[in-house]
């Protein structure tokens, strides 16, 4: 009894994908020294949060992106790269259930400056009625 090949093996051999390897950036602009100091050039290998694409994404061959991985690893540590950023996430379209109250201690600063800056320009107004109204009496 002939046995029959596996699953995998008969997909692949009846329609093969053809892809194009990346061309890393380390290539194309024939950079011979990953140098930490680049800032430009390892942010390119960073994701907008602030993490280190892989291998597959930049196109880097294995030593390429062991040294790129280094040179943003020191380059975080001397503090030239953040470890993360954050991103502000936007509202999914619901209410919240606080009635919009503030969530963390920014914002509530940032409320009570501005309800400082209302008191503020309210008693500059009463001050400026108070002389005119001294004015108009003497």
Not at 39 to 66: A, E, P
Not at 78 to 101: E, I, K, N, Q, T
Not at 108 to 137: L, P
């Amino acid at each position: 009894m002939a046995t029959s090949p596996a699953r995998g093996q008969r997909s692949r051999d009846a329609a093969p994908r053809k892809f194009k390897k990346k061309t890393s950036p380390l290539i194309i602009e024939k950079v011979e020294y990953v140098d930490y100091k680049d800032v430009d050039l390892l942010s390119r290998f960073m994701s907008d949060r602030g993490k280190i694409r892989g291998r597959s994404i930049n196109g880097n061959d294995v030593q390429q992106q062991r040294e790129v991985a280094n040179a943003i690893k020191v380059a975080r540590e001397m503090g030239l790269l953040p470890y993360a950023r954050r991103v502000a996430s936007a509202s999914r379209g619901r209410p919240s259930r606080d009635g919009g109250r503030p969530r963390n201690e920014d914002q509530v600063v940032e409320n009570n400056e501005a309800e400082n800056d209302e008191v503020m320009e309210d008693q500059v107004d009463e001050q400026t009625e108070a002389t005119t109204d001294e004015g108009e009496e003497a």
